[in-house]
């Protein structure tokens, strides 16, 4: 099943798609960009351990991490 990986937040754009692992299961990515310009703010690789069953479990945990990281981040200041 393939899962929209894109959202918006407070003028960032969030691709949160994750990445298929050998034994099937899913680890989480995301990168962060500016909505006005597309530039790069950051991006996020996770432990390589941290897998999750699905994909859209994978993209969940990307998107929270990647909202507070904005919330909490000066660059939003």
């Given at each position: ?11 960032y ?6 990445a298929r692992?050998?034994d099937?299961?899913?680890?989480p ?21 941290l ?9 969940a945990?990307a998107?929270?991490?990647?909202v507070r ?6 660059v939003?200041?």
């Amino acid at each position: 099943m393939h899962f929209d990986a894109a959202f918006t937040h407070r003028g960032y754009l969030l691709n949160c798609a994750p990445a298929r692992v050998g034994d099937g299961s899913w680890q989480p990515y995301v990168v962060i960009s500016r909505s006005s310009d597309g530039e790069l703010v950051a991006n996020r690789f996770f432990p390589a351990d941290l897998r999750f069953p699905d994909e859209a479990t994978a993209i969940a945990h990307a998107r929270d991490w990647a909202v507070r990281w904005i919330d909490a981040s000066s660059v939003t200041r």
